[in-house]
């Protein structure tokens, strides 16, 4: 059963850069990411751009993995030290082999880390003394500051979240099986209260729902938390979970929340590349994608080489489509780059470079 893992060590104590003092300043904001090997550039940048517009915080960040080299944990020990020396990093290590057969019997897809899954683990992961901890995904970029955020009383709520395009969708809930009242949130930026989650056994359940409802999870680990956690999330704005379609004129929100998403496209606190179409990709076509290069530039002295999402004969009819709309013979809407919001990247600009 689930609840009986036994972990052979959750803490790789040896890179634990904390001094005693961090786990009980309630001032400092704990962050948490969950990564791999192939997704430490992408957190490397995400967690630049929280430090870079949150200079005057002290943050303890949690880097969840199942492994990673001793390269790839001193490039992100790297990253932080270099842009702050009040900053501090650990890593947390489940080096269980029973992670690998939980890992065998999930839905899996190109774009999904595995890692993602780690965020159900939070609460064994991390020390006893961390109650509150915000979670964010590897692919996003922080734009102003998460103090706000991270001050949201969560008293009896298990978590602060913002809610995603499916939170009326009648066939979520349906599929979920819980009132469409309770909302559904999107899981890449998570005020997480550790507290409730320990004392609700709420590791043990979504790993539960997980293993035993795989046809009803399309979404994922998101849809495990929505399903345990509906009706003890408190809701925050949308501009802490901006998603990068809503800057390719694709609104799939209901119309309810169209003055928040107006806000939150022109104020975003948190960029989030949440599609398949990430930044480092050729068929990426968010505006910002040219902001996240320009990090990726600035952090490692290189250029990123692009790679392509596609594969096979999927990738040569995507070249094709490409090539016959950039010679007018035939239009693609997936080819329609946006070219708007010159003034909001010029702003988010002044606070990294």
């Not at 490397?44 to 200079?55: G, H, P, Q, R």
């Not at 043990?204 to 046809?215: P, R, S």
């Amino acid at each position: 059963m689930v609840h009986k893992i036994d972990f052979e060590h959750t803490q790789d104590k040896k890179v634990c850069r904390f001094q005693e003092e961090y786990y009980w300043n309630r001032k400092v904001m704990n962050i948490c990411f969950a990564t791999d090997d192939n997704y430490v550039k992408a957190t490397s940048i995400a967690i630049m751009t929280v430090l870079l517009t949150n200079k005057d915080e002290e943050i303890s960040f949690y880097i969840l993995s199942q492994s990673l080299t001793e390269k790839n944990k001193q490039a992100l020990q790297n990253t932080v030290f270099k842009y702050s020396s009040k900053s501090q990093i650990c890593f947390c290590i489940l080096t269980s082999s029973i992670i690998d057969k939980f890992y065998s019997t999930i839905k899996k897809e190109n774009h999904v880390s595995l890692a993602t899954y780690l965020r159900l683990f939070i609460p064994s992961l991390l020390p006893n003394s961390v109650q509150k901890i915000l979670y964010l995904d590897g692919d996003i970029i922080c734009t102003d500051s998460l103090r706000p955020l991270y001050e949201t009383d969560l008293k009896d709520s298990s978590l602060a979240a913002a809610h995603d395009e499916r939170t009326c969708d009648s066939e979520c809930f349906e599929r979920l099986n819980y009132p469409m009242k309770n909302g559904y949130f999107g899981a890449g930026v998570l005020l997480i209260n550790v507290d409730y989650w320990r004392k609700n056994n709420i590791q043990k359940k979504c790993i539960g729902f997980v293993l035993n409802n795989k046809k009803v999870c399309v979404w994922h680990d998101q849809d495990a938390l929505n399903k345990i956690l509906n009706g003890t999330v408190k809701f925050c704005h949308i501009k802490y979970n901006v998603y990068e379609h809503l800057y390719e004129n694709e609104n799939n929100y209901p119309a309810l929340f169209n003055t928040e998403i107006k806000e939150a496209v022109e104020n975003p606190v948190i960029i989030h590349f949440c599609s398949g179409r990430k930044p480092w990709t050729f068929e990426s076509r968010c505006p910002f994608t040219s902001l996240w290069l320009k990090l990726y530039k600035q952090l490692f002295d290189k250029k990123c080489r692009l790679v392509h999402r596609y594969k096979g004969k999927t990738r040569f009819l995507w070249g094709i489509k490409k090539t016959l709309h950039r010679l007018g013979i035939k239009k693609y809407e997936e080819f329609e780059y946006s070219r708007g919001y010159f003034n909001l990247k010029k702003k988010i600009e002044e606070k990294y470079f």
